[in-house]
């Protein structure tokens, strides 16, 4: 069983100004929640027992936020203090956190709900059952996604996911995948996205997926932030 995770809550949230000029993205409201304690709740409900979360962008907001609230499980902050090292980096630079064990990789501006934990532990098992799976990720076909201006990411074949055809990649990431720790021996630290590592799996044909069947609510944009609102899907 899986029991710890990583939040990525370092980002800067651009597209999102004004709203995140002084608000990091991961605090912006969802209901009575936030992005980021929307997520913490979803991964509780997950049987998660730690999680890690990196900061850098309004930093102080995050932590004090974490501090002042009282989840169900161990939360650790790691700082980026100097500069952002991206997802792949900013992982990279946790990495002493989990030990030799799988864990989740999570993206807060994704509206998690409780019918995706069986899409999780679908994709735990495939990761339990093969020694061969580095990486699982959760993946969702752009007709299902509220925001149609997703180009896509990847393709998905027999749980194998693929960039073969650039032009025309019919599949989302979620901002949900499950990874061994093992994948990233090679890579130095520094600053570099977890398209690196995607990459690397992809061409030893090692990348897997699962395919979503929820419809996919993702706050890219202030227009779909207020939309969603408005229409009080959130």
């Not at 100004?17 to 409201?29: A, E, G, R, S």
């Not at 499980?73 to 980096?89: A, F, M, R, S």
């Not at 735990?124 to 149609?148: A, G, H, P, R, W």
């Not at 027999?158 to 990233?184: A, M, S």
Request: with cysteine; aromatic share 8%; charged share 25%.
């Amino acid at each position: 069983m899986i029991k710890k995770a990583m939040i990525l809550a370092a980002g800067f949230g651009k597209r999102l100004n004004p709203l995140t000029v002084d608000c990091p993205k991961p605090l912006l409201k969802v209901d009575d929640e936030t992005l980021l304690s929307n997520t913490i709740r979803f991964l509780e409900n997950l049987g998660i027992e730690q999680v890690v979360i990196n900061v850098h962008y309004l930093r102080k907001k995050i932590i004090n936020y974490i501090k002042k609230k009282n989840f169900n499980l161990i939360v650790n902050i790691v700082e980026e203090k100097n500069v952002i090292l991206d997802t792949g980096g900013g992982v990279l630079n946790a990495i002493n956190h989990f030990s030799n064990e799988a864990f989740v990789i999570i993206n807060p501006d994704t509206l998690w709900n409780l019918n995706y934990v069986s899409e999780f532990k679908l994709m735990e098992n495939d990761l339990m059952q093969s020694k061969k799976t580095k990486c699982v990720l959760l993946v969702v076909k752009k007709k299902k996604s509220f925001d149609k201006n997703f180009k896509g990411d990847f393709n998905l074949k027999n749980k194998l996911i693929d960039r073969n055809n650039e032009n025309d990649l019919e599949f989302i990431y979620t901002g949900l995948q499950i990874i061994k720790p093992e994948v990233f021996n090679d890579l130095e630290k520094g600053s570099f996205s977890i398209n690196k590592v995607w990459n690397q799996l992809i061409k030893k044909n090692e990348l897997y997926g699962l395919e979503s069947n929820i419809d996919f609510l993702h706050i890219s944009t202030v227009d779909i932030y207020k939309t969603l609102i408005k229409k009080k899907i959130i």
